[in-house]
């Protein structure tokens, strides 16, 4: 840069003349301008993104109802390094209409159908396909049927209400012969965490408390959404297997007697309004199974705790502690989820539903469960012998022209 001089001083050296230096704010002002419009490019990326994929997703195929969001036509292989009772490696699929099962038969209504409608204990998500509960169902009902066909229409974190909504917005359209419904698993949280339970597949309110609560409810609405929260899946399940983790019972630690005022306390939240809420979802799931020529079954939802002696671990599961509560010991959480099956019994009593009594017929036995309430390979056979033995004969009256043999004990 050449020198100026200043022509009107004279007698002197000349003076250097330079460009102002550059102000602070107009620095901050030009990040701060830069900043903008890089979140608007990116905005404008994810809502470009958006629109291509609600025109044609080829990652994800996904069936919307009014209100649930299902993924179609998936296939993952999922390692498991941590939970022997389980298979080694576990196929997951799901088929043309976003459940576990064969596709529906081209002649539908010729065939018994039936669907298994429940939360992650009916899904079995880390169950390989042939030995979920549905699928060993099936094959039962087979031996004692013609043209059996049934589909494990399973969803993780869905309690009743999603159940209500699935029926609705998918099941009903098929007119199946049966819906299977084991119920009351996740409506214990369902209340006080609103919005979470169901959230990944049923539109309903965005949840903040964290990225991931967030992630799980907008994929229901939006196609990134879904995108990313697949990924992650279908990542987490290739890399890291297995993201359940076994109960060892051996180091869960004791409760002993717990105060009549603790339990209350405990209680009440679960109690009252919430109950009812719970019967009335139950009474409009009957409603709507019938009302479509739907026959309904309850079932009710198993735990491994609760009172009695486990059989491989010799554990006292009544006085077992539960981390997640502290104070509280296996009797109180099981009686905590034990009321909801109480109403499932009585509502199945008034409406002379038939009801699968799992939660007190399945052995409380970590032969049967990896955790409090998912099962392992044989707990999932064990609950499907239980199933059979108490449908059957029900189903041998109500269906006789599909039978083909005595029901098999």
Known sequence: MTPRTNPHIHGSSPVVMLPPAARPHSRARSVLLNVVTLLAGAVAAVLLLELLLQIHNPFLARIKGDRIVLLTNTHQRIRNYTIPSL???????????????ADPPADFAKYLTIFAIGG?????????DDATWPARLGD???RSFRSVWINNAGLDGHSSYGNLVLLQDHILKFHPKMALLMVGGNDVTKDSNPGVA??????????????????????????????????ERSWAAYHRGVLHQ?????????????SDDFRQRFLAPYRGIHLQNYEDRLRRLVQVAREA?????FITQPSLVGAGID???????????????????????????????????RVARELNVILVDLAHMLPKSS??????????????????????????????????????????N
């Open 87 to 101: 298979d080694r490696e576990i196929t997951m699929t799901r088929n043309s209409i976003g459940f576990r099962g």
């Open 140 to 142: 039962r009902l087979a």
């Open 120 to 128: 992650s204990s009916t899904q079995c998500f880390y169950l390989s």
């Open 246 to 258: 076994e109960i060892d019972l051996t180091r869960q630690g004791f409760v002993g007697e717990v």
């Open 311 to 345: 059989d491989a671990k010799h554990v006292d599961l009544e006085r077992l502690a539960i981390p997640e509560f502290p104070g509280v010991n296996g009797r109180v959480f099981w009686e905590m989820h034990d009321m909801y099956n109480d109403v499932t019994r």
């Open 367 to 408: 032969r049967y469960f990896y955790d409090y309430e998912h099962f392992t390979n044989a707990g999932a056979g064990a609950a499907a012998e239980i199933v059979y033995r108490t449908i059957c004969p029900g189903l041998q009256t109500q269906f006789n022209s599909y039978s083909s043999g005595a029901c098999v």
């Open 293 to 297: 020529g739907i026959a309904p079954i």
């Open 198 to 231: 169901d959230g990944e597949n049923v539109r309903g309110p965005l949840v903040l408390r964290s990225p991931t609560t967030f992630l799980r409810t907008l994929s229901a609405y939006s196609e990134v959404a879904a995108l990313i929260a697949n990924m």
